[in-house]
């Protein structure tokens, strides 16, 4: 059976929610401006008691974020909101506050439905945390845990973007010479230390803006935006020749890897681009690896 309230009762009620409670909850206007607020308002900022005027709700979130947030006002002033809880970052506060927020229309007359329109009444509700976690579960999945570049599924994710987008640019593949000679002899940590090197080697001897990936075992994806395959080969080159050079020092040696590259560029399909690239890092193979080949 449900519980009546009296409308002393749900003052009370409201009070007693919004005074012990980290949402904020607020009354604002049909213009967006911010009338009363729970005391948790204080979080962002504001002290409305203080204020002449209270914030506008554009100005609880970032600027970029301004005009969706005041569409979700005027569609639930409107009475055409949808209830749902939306999401936006907290221009003020602490930075990388982020908040979800609901709106629900207020009427002068009985009922849910009744009488004129005239403000909006709102819940905000941190989700920080939750955003946080979201963010850490993102960059693990998309991580190379041994390497901490990004995985596969992340390069997948690029070179679409980048087939799709039109932006040009080449992709080389690199994979390591011997790799499992050097894993058979050694064991999985001395061919974790390599992984790990060449990686570091990678990072070292790329453009900037280059994307680096460890796509499989031994293999390594990098993507060179705005380069034909000619200028992706002048990149690469040293990267191969590096690693050839340190293979003749005291710690390389001991291992005896080289890498290859085959480099080929980005063209109207992922498909098309990684077989095309894959062809030419066969070719730097069979033409006796250490060397960098393009499609």
Same mark, same amino acid.
């Given at each position: ?117 005239? /403000? %909006? ?10 955003? $946080? @976690? ?5 960059? =693990? &999945? ?113 291992? /005896? %890897? ?10 109207? $399909? @992922? ?5 095309? =690239? &894959? ?17």
């Amino acid at each position: 059976m449900g519980v009546d309230f009296t409308l002393q009762e749900r003052s009370a009620l409201y009070g007693l929610l919004a005074e012990n409670s980290d949402d904020i909850i607020f009354k604002s206007d049909a213009r967006g401006f911010i009338l009363t607020a729970s005391p948790a308002i204080e979080q962002l900022g504001y002290r409305l008691p203080a204020m002449l005027i209270g914030p506008h709700i554009r100005d609880l979130v970032l600027p970029q974020f301004a005009a969706a947030i005041e569409a979700e006002h005027r569609a639930a002033l409107s009475g055409r909101g949808s209830a749902r809880w939306n999401e936006f970052p907290a221009a003020t506060g602490v930075t990388g506050h982020w908040f979800e927020i609901q709106m629900r229309a207020l009427h002068d007359g009985p009922g849910d439905r009744g009488g004129r329109l005239y /403000g %909006v009444l709102c819940m905000m509700r941190s989700i920080t945390a939750r955003k $946080s @976690l979201e963010e850490q579960l993102f960059t =693990a &999945e998309m991580t190379d845990p041994l390497t901490r570049l990004t995985n596969r599924v992340a390069f997948v994710s690029m070179l679409e973007y980048m087939v799709c987008s039109k932006a040009g640019g080449s992709l080389a593949l690199f994979d390591l010479d011997h790799f499992m000679t050097l894993n058979m002899r050694y064991g999985q940590s001395a061919g974790d230390e390599m992984l790990c090197a060449f990686s570091e080697l990678l990072r070292d001897m790329v453009r900037r803006e280059d994307i680096i990936s460890r796509i499989g075992n031994e293999r390594f994806g990098v993507l060179l935006p705005g380069l034909n395959s000619e200028q992706a080969s002048e990149v690469c080159g040293p990267v191969v020749e590096t690693l050839a050079v340190l293979g003749q020092s005291e710690f390389a040696e001991r291992f /005896g %890897v080289t890498t290859s590259a085959g480099i080929a560029p980005i063209s109207s $399909s @992922l498909d098309r681009t990684m077989k095309h =690239a &894959e062809l030419a890092l066969f070719a730097a193979k069979a033409k006796g690896r250490s060397r960098v080949e393009c499609c």
